[in-house]
């Protein structure tokens, strides 16, 4: 496919298009190429061809009435550039990949433990450092927003990541909490990338702050599913819970209208859940789902508590499997 231009109302619009044809491409093990995708503002000012044939028909909501012209327009262009960049997608290389591959290149000559633990320790000063740098001074707003991306936290993500997790194995490593607000910025304003993000955070094991960050990032309800999945995903491996905690994650489960986000949910609560009588109710929730894929992976992951393993028999029966 060639490039194409979607035009829109408003950013939030365009941020939902964008986010269907994401989720379609990777349904189809393809992906957008962030080099190339941004979301632009029109110069109200300047009324130029474009504007003039997009007055012709309503972008959402009527057909396309067929002139032959917009489509010249589309594949031209001829906008003002810059006002909002909203990437999506990875470059041909993953800046995880080249900060891994990177890293290993530059420790194929040391082997001293004392030398390794040092490279590592550098690695994560250099990101101390710079993350901080993208951002003006005692604020969260970006220093340089027309030039910073989401890939700029990708490759910071993914270098701090992988230092942190690697020093680990010589040595305890706590992951700084002055850095855990731009972590959460980013997964904030680049939500298609959680599952990036998510891998750093889940070095903030245990941590208060980002337990209730993520939870109400998670009742925010942002139109994309893959980025609840990772949300509760990050929240059933690094946190404790309450009985009384759970019993409202059992209140989302409900309210769920994604079957990818109830499957996490469920595998939360069965994870946690020490409450028979939560268990009652979830067994009798699991027994109402209409997808017999989703009760069949959901009990599969149930399984794996050994201490219901005699039970599974009648577990599966009460699914009506």
Same mark, same amino acid.
């Given at each position: ?17 964008l986010?269907h044809?994401?989720n ?13 995708t941004?979301?632009?503002?029109i ?6 061809e474009t504007?003039?044939?997009? %007055? /012709?028909f309503e972008?959402?909501?009527n057909?396309y009435?067929?002139?032959?012209s ?10 003002e550039?810059?006002i909002?960049?909203?990437?999506l997608g *990875?470059?041909?290389q ?14 194929e000559?040391?082997?001293?433990p ?10 994560i ?5 710079e993350?901080p740098?993208l951002?003006k001074?005692?604020s ?12 700029d936290?990708? %490759? ?13 194995e ?6 700084s ?6 972590? *959460? ?6 939500y298609w990338?959680?599952s ?5 955070l889940?070095?903030? /094991? ?10 109400s ?10 980025? /609840?999945?990772?949300i509760?995903?990050c *929240? ?8 009384r905690?759970? %019993?409202?994650?059992f209140k989302?489960?409900k309210?769920?209208?994604?079957e990818?986000? %109830?499957y996490?949910l ?12 939560l268990?009652?109710?979830? /067994?009798?929730q *699991? ?6 894929? +989703?009760? +069949?992976i ?12 005699s039970?599974?028999d009648e577990?599966v029966?009460?699914?009506? +499997?």
């Amino acid at each position: 496919m060639d490039d194409i231009k979607i035009y829109g109302y408003s950013e939030s619009e365009l941020r939902n298009v964008l986010v269907h044809i994401d989720n379609y491409l990777k349904g189809h093990g393809l992906s957008i190429n962030s080099k190339k995708t941004g979301i632009t503002a029109i110069d109200g000012a300047k009324e130029d061809e474009t504007v003039k044939e997009l %007055r /012709r028909f309503e972008v959402i909501g009527n057909d396309y009435t067929g002139d032959e012209s917009i489509f010249t327009e589309l594949s031209e262009g001829g906008l003002e550039s810059s006002i909002i960049k909203s990437l999506l997608g *990875l470059s041909e290389q993953s800046p995880e990949e080249h900060d891994e591959n990177d890293a290993k290149k530059q420790l194929e000559n040391i082997t001293e433990p004392e030398k390794i633990i040092a490279f590592w320790k550098k690695e994560i000063s250099d990101v101390e450092l710079e993350l901080p740098s993208l951002f003006k001074n005692d604020s969260l707003e970006l220093a340089e927003p027309e030039k910073t991306d989401d890939i700029d936290f990708i %490759r910071l993500s993914a270098k701090y990541g992988t230092a942190v997790r690697s020093l680990s194995e010589y040595k305890q490593v706590k992951a700084s909490d002055n850095l855990l607000q731009y972590w *959460l910025f980013a997964l904030n304003k680049f939500y298609w990338r959680a599952s990036n993000y998510i891998l750093t955070l889940q070095h903030y /094991r245990d941590n208060g702050t980002l337990k209730q960050e993520l939870i109400s990032i998670y009742k925010a309800d942002k139109n994309y599913e893959c980025y /609840r999945y990772h949300i509760i995903t990050c *929240l059933t491996y690094n946190f404790r819970y309450t009985d009384r905690e759970l %019993r409202e994650f059992f209140k989302y489960l409900k309210a769920e209208n994604s079957e990818l986000v %109830r499957y996490a949910l469920y595998c939360m609560l069965i994870k946690h859940s020490d409450d028979q009588q939560l268990k009652s109710t979830l /067994r009798v929730q *699991l027994s109402k789902e209409a997808n017999n894929y +989703l009760k +069949l992976i959901t009990l599969a992951y149930w399984k794996k508590d050994a201490s219901l393993v005699s039970t599974m028999d009648e577990l599966v029966k009460q699914m009506g +499997l």
